[in-house]
């Protein structure tokens, strides 16, 4: 599985940005798909991860209600909209791929910044 993602980028507080991720590889519409993001000075922290149907989502407490995960399986996307952004945010963002029967996400994408100025 090939993961790469897009759509960071310089906003600043109160703006929007989506991030997609775009993957390759035959096990993407049955594996749980995640965003996850390292700030500076932090560790790699989980931010959202989606069902391989898209019915069920998890949300770290520090963007519920913010934040949407979202997939497109015919387009093998995931999406990760996020609103009302907050210099907090500033992060590299990586989309990683679950398989199915794993219990660890095993496939990541490079990274796409998101810097959110105040």
């Known amino acids: 599985v090939q993961l790469q993602a897009s759509g960071g980028g310089l906003v600043q507080a109160g703006d929007s940005l989506r991030l997609s991720c775009a993957a390759s590889?035959?096990?993407?519409?049955?594996?749980?798909m995640g965003w996850y993001r390292q700030g500076p000075g932090k560790e790699r922290e989980l931010v959202a991860h989606?069902?391989?149907?898209?019915?069920?989502?998890y949300y770290a407490d520090f963007v519920k209600g913010r934040f949407t995960i979202s997939r497109d399986n015919a387009k093998n996307t995931v999406y990760l909209q996020m609103n009302s952004l907050n210099p907090e945010d500033t992060a590299v963002y990586y989309c990683?791929?679950?398989?199915?029967?794993?219990?660890?996400?095993?496939?990541w994408g490079q990274g796409t910044q998101v810097t959110v100025s105040s």
């Open positions: 990683a791929a679950k398989p199915p029967q794993s219990t660890e996400f095993r496939y």
């Open positions: 590889g035959v096990t993407f519409r049955s594996g749980v």
């Open positions: 989606i069902s391989p149907g898209g019915l069920v989502t």
